[in-house]
């Protein structure tokens, strides 16, 4: 990563949102003219960057002199794949400096269900012992993609397994900031797009509530 020009980008887009005609340019409604967030995402995982606690203290650094944080969230959206690494955890330590937290993604929590959402390499186990490292580090939410795949609704068997898992992570421990759960957003374009739609919102309602049992927040995006 070329960090200057990381810097560079970031405190121009900043300043051009802050002082600038962005919000007029782009046509924002009055109402919606805040910085909600600055997230580390990407096509990809985020995390595999290489000096990423550089990466994360650079922006957090930049945020807060423009005086963005600590209004604004900070946010990393990572599949949790490389949270044993160091410089990852060292990373997630000056995220949770600057009051950040970690959206961790967890779409099931059966095999089976994880290798046919994510095609996941890596087993169940080992992203759980990740998920719980992340926890202690930083705030950490799981956030949850469930759908409809080939008419087969929300399995029981996949209902249970993940409030198994949250009923497991409490007995070791791990406090979760909370659940986001949503569903497709707009058309798919994997090749099986045809066998996947969205779950009904009466559904991932029904399922928050079974997690909100369990004493965990939950948030859901139909």
Same mark, same amino acid.
């Given at each position: 990563m070329d960090f200057q020009l990381l810097e560079d980008e970031l405190r121009f887009?900043? #300043? #051009? =949102?802050l002082y600038g005609d962005f919000y007029r340019r782009f046509q924002v409604d009055e109402d919606k003219r805040v910085i909600k967030d600055i997230a580390i995402s990407g096509n990809g995982e985020s995390t595999s960057v290489r000096d990423f606690d550089k990466a994360v203290a650079l922006i957090g650094r930049v945020a807060t002199e423009a005086g963005v944080f600590p209004q604004s969230n900070f946010v990393l959206i990572t599949n949790g794949s490389l949270v044993h690494r160091? *410089? =990852?955890?060292? *990373?997630?330590?000056?995220?949770n400096e600057y009051g950040g937290e970690v959206w961790f993604k967890l779409d099931?929590? !059966? +095999? +089976?269900g994880r290798g046919l959402m994510n095609n996941a390499g890596r087993g169940l186990q080992a992203s759980v012992k990740n998920l719980l490292l992340s926890a202690r580090l930083c705030p950490t939410r799981l956030q949850t993609c469930l759908?409809?795949?080939?008419?087969r609704g929300l399995s029981l068997? +996949?209902?249970?397994?993940?409030l198994d898992l949250l009923k497991r992570l409490k007995t070791e421990s791990c406090v979760l900031k909370g659940v986001?759960?949503? !569903?497709?957003a707009r058309p798919s374009l994997q090749p099986e797009s045809g066998r996947l739609e969205k779950l009904p919102v009466e559904v991932l309602n029904m399922f928050a509530e079974e997690i909100?049992?369990?004493g965990v927040d939950v948030l859901v995006s139909g």
């Amino acid at each position: 990563m070329d960090f200057q020009l990381l810097e560079d980008e970031l405190r121009f887009f900043l #300043d #051009d =949102v802050l002082y600038g005609d962005f919000y007029r340019r782009f046509q924002v409604d009055e109402d919606k003219r805040v910085i909600k967030d600055i997230a580390i995402s990407g096509n990809g995982e985020s995390t595999s960057v290489r000096d990423f606690d550089k990466a994360v203290a650079l922006i957090g650094r930049v945020a807060t002199e423009a005086g963005v944080f600590p209004q604004s969230n900070f946010v990393l959206i990572t599949n949790g794949s490389l949270v044993h690494r160091p *410089g =990852v955890q060292s *990373g997630l330590k000056k995220l949770n400096e600057y009051g950040g937290e970690v959206w961790f993604k967890l779409d099931s929590a !059966t +095999e +089976e269900g994880r290798g046919l959402m994510n095609n996941a390499g890596r087993g169940l186990q080992a992203s759980v012992k990740n998920l719980l490292l992340s926890a202690r580090l930083c705030p950490t939410r799981l956030q949850t993609c469930l759908l409809d795949y080939d008419k087969r609704g929300l399995s029981l068997q +996949e209902r249970n397994a993940f409030l198994d898992l949250l009923k497991r992570l409490k007995t070791e421990s791990c406090v979760l900031k909370g659940v986001m759960l949503y !569903t497709i957003a707009r058309p798919s374009l994997q090749p099986e797009s045809g066998r996947l739609e969205k779950l009904p919102v009466e559904v991932l309602n029904m399922f928050a509530e079974e997690i909100r049992r369990l004493g965990v927040d939950v948030l859901v995006s139909g």
